[in-house]
């Protein structure tokens, strides 16, 4: 497994590690040991050699001179970002001997792991660490952040995160990007559409609430009122069971409740619509036609409208259309939410919930983090902070790190950079880039499944996750030998998983030796679904028991205050949530963040374009660089980016945002705040 280190020269396959769905292949040009060039592999089926310019522009992050290269501890006041080097023996030692004596004194659950997937490689985003936490009994912390709600909602319906091939939406006709920036969020799936384009005439629909580059690449781009996107739904099955475009020989035979939804729908006429989604009746009516008029037609859904307050139930109706139009027969017809389901490896062999030994851990949500640490009792004492970014990227930033400066609070980050997130940490831990790592990848939009080789030594002293808990259970004194084993076993025995037919004849050593190995995928219909019932469930009892209306339904935001402009800070072209927004190169890419409002919201607070405005709420306060024009509708303001902190500036987004929990599976409404907007 060192072949490609021991090499100082040479191009080397690789993966891209990033929260993406595309998991690209990458070709990785190493000159003298370093990384020179990162450039698309060809050879990937999907990727096909094209990657976007953040990772082209990655050795820069990679060698970047500010890279932790080795463990620190701080030595000013909490927060001051005072820091000096320490060895590995007494990091570790620290840490181990705090937490046995916080054991002692308070119980394990007082010990909070936080984190997310920085790195998306399935050891080190879901595997050693949760050995080591299971095996301690920490409060055990529940990752809902990015897709908790509409993964939920999604299942209702189908049963899983199952979808199409987006390798067969070359086939379809019309393209539906509902609620994803995929020009910035998922290039291959622009790709795909742009193929489909050329070679079917296939139409391309954008609806969204930001006119941004997602929406110029469309055909016709449809703006919406946030949150109201369940009821555009409603309002084209509204027409599409009135004017027969319905398949009732597929209703019949692979769905339950079409006949109570024709019943239902009927409330959800287009003028109602209309007036809860700001779209005209007309185009309403021409949406829903032209959705029952294409064959194959693919909706890929994002995660916009899921960070909302109605997110699940968004996404739960969203998902039902094309069983309305039998479109999940149809090779290129259907839709894509997650394609997770397809890739599912052993967990509960990688993450061994079996060393919590039964016990009832307490649970933390983590779009609760600054909640939990002001409030929670008994407290949070100490707080292990992985692959995330919790001071940047969570909401209600302020609580977030009014908590972490707590004085009882112990905090260990661990990360490449000297992060917002790091600057509150007692001890920080440098950790690798993938490309130091060995792991495997298994995307949740495309069908391959990848392995990581490393191909550069550490930087410096860091290490990788994998290795940290391993240090940390030596240092707690665990013998188990799940502490023992070698990536390569992990990678081996996550894989040899007969529950998942899809993963049949996918090993370590074809990975080693192919690099992309694809599942064995077969079309879900004909077939039996994960639901109850088997079927795609129009209408729900699993929802009902839980409180849900049990068919697809309308529920407007929750009451966040009477401020005028509903707030959406969405994600940007050249970082990746906060990832690159501390590297001079991808800041240089992006400028700086735009704050966009109409023109009517702005003439009538005397705000020019491009003036900095103050963004506000009772959270907190940002000051932006206003872009006044037609991208949003009246009452709405965009931005994008999750940067972080600059001395003197105030963009962390996040502090304005509510952590309320959407209404399935506890997820983040990060677009469902209000704000107000003034000059300076
Ligand atoms: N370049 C880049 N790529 C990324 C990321 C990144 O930060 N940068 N992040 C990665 C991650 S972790 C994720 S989860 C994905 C997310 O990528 P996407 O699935 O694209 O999701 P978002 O970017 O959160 O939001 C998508 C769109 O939803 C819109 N939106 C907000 N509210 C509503 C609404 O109520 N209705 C509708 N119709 N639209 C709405 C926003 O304007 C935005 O254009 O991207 C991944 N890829
Ligand atoms: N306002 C607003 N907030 C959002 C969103 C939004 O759309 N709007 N999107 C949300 C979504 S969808 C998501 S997924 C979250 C993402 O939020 P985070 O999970 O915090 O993602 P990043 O900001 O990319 O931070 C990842 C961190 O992990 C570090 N890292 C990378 N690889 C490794 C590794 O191998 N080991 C260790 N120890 N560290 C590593 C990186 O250097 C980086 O600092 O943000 C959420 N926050
Ligand atoms: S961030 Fe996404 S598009 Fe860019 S290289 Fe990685 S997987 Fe590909
Ligand atoms: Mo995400």
Known sequence: MTFYINQPDGVFPSVCSLDCPDQCGLLIHKENGKIVKVEGDPNHPVTKGNICNKVRNMPARIHDENRLKYPMKRTGAKGEGLFERISWEEAIQTITSRWKELIDSDGPESILPYSFYGNMGNLTAEGMDRRFFHRLGATRLDRTICSAAGGVGYQYTMGGSYGIDPEDTIHSKLIIFWGINAVSTNMHQIALAQQARKQNGAKIVVIDVHKNQTAKFADWFIPIIPGTDSALALGMMHILYKENMVDNAFLKEYTV?????????????????????????????????????????????????????NGGMCIRTISCLPALTGQWLVKGGGAIKGNSGYLAHDAHYLQRPDLLKNKKTRRVNMNRIGEALLALDPPIKSLYIYSSNPAVVAPEGNKVRKGLLHEDLFVVVHDLFLTETAKYADIILPATSSYENT??????????????????????????????FKLLAKGMGYHESAFEETEAEMIAKSLDYSRNPYLEGI?????????????????????????????????????????????????????????????????????????????EKHRGLEKEPLLHMNVADAVERDIQDGEIVRVWNHRGECELKVSVGENVLPGVAATQGLWQHLDGTKQLVNTLTPDRLSDMGGGAVFFSGRVNIAKR
């Open 507 to 583: 090993t370590y050593e074809s990975l080693v030796e192919k690099q992309y190995v694809k599942a064995n995928m077969k079309p879900l219909f004909p077939g039996r679904l994960k639901t109850p019932s088997g079927k795609i469930e129009l209408y729900s009892k699993v929802m009902e028991k839980a409180g849900h209306p049990p068919l697809p339904t309308y529920i407007p935001l929750q009451d966040d205050g009477d401020l005028p402009f509903l707030f959406i800070p969405a994600p940007n072209h050249s970082f990746l949530n906060s990832t690159f927004s501390n590297n």
């Open 257 to 309: 409740g079409y006949e109570e939804l024709r019943d239902h729908v009927v409330q959800y006429d287009p003028e109602t619509v209309s007036k809860i989604t700001g779209v005209p009746v007309d185009d309403i009516y021409t949406l829903a036609r032209m959705y029952g008029g294409t064959s194959p037609s693919y909706i890929r859904i994002g995660n916009g409208p899921q960070h909302h307050d």
């Open 439 to 468: 792991d495997f990848y298994t995307s949740y939009w495309h069908h391959y499944v990848q392995i990581q080789q490393p191909v550069i030594e550490p930087c410096g002293e860091s290490k990788s996750n994998v290795d940290v």
